[in-house]
């Protein structure tokens, strides 16, 4: 007797072998992040301050910009004001179109990591982030054809100054 495998049961299969070699080969998946290239997961008695975003079907976040300092942990509410179901990731540029193009092959693959909210139309959600290292973190929308829209994003994180020592006087 012939067995046949049932579509759904190959197609799930045929995901978690390719997801699987992609964080292999990448480290920069979910559950493999480089949370280290771009701060850490925030705690929530850290926070400094609330950035609320708007996520819209117009394929843009509002602010699209943010400025924080390095050290700094903020709360980002995240507004889905749409009709379709839109996410807020944080990423270097190269991490977020790597997991755009892998959304484009597995448009519900679902999502748990701490620099990451998937949200449905009419949701809010946060990400709780600490900012600790100087530079530019990007944030995307990783739903087919919203990166490629133009819906990203961008913290751009100023040097915290170094502390003056208190013996740092001339006689």
């Not at 559950?31 to 609330?50: F, L, M, Q, W």
């Amino acid at each position: 007797m012939q067995r046949t495998l049932n579509p759904l049961m190959a197609a799930l299969a045929a995901a978690l072998i390719l997801n699987s070699a992609f964080a292999s080969a990448s480290g920069t998946h979910a559950g493999d992040h480089d949370d280290a290239a771009i701060g850490e997961p925030g705690i929530a008695s850290e926070v400094t301050r609330t950035v609320t975003v708007d996520m819209a079907d117009t394929m843009r976040f509002t602010p699209a910009n943010v400025a924080a300092n390095q050290g700094e942990t903020i709360r980002f509410v995240l507004k889905n004001t749409g009709r379709i179901k839109h996410e807020f990731v944080l990423g270097s540029t190269k991490e977020l179109k790597e997991h755009a193009e892998l959304m484009k092959k597995f448009p519900e693959m679902e999502h748990s990591d701490p620099n990451m909210v998937t949200l449905a139309p009419g949701q809010t959600g946060e990400v709780i982030w600490k900012f600790s290292k100087p530079g530019k973190v990007n944030f995307a929308c990783l739903q087919p054809g919203h990166y490629d829209a133009g819906m990203k994003g961008q913290v751009m994180v100023k040097k915290q100054a170094a502390p003056k020592a208190e013996h740092d006087h001339k006689h």
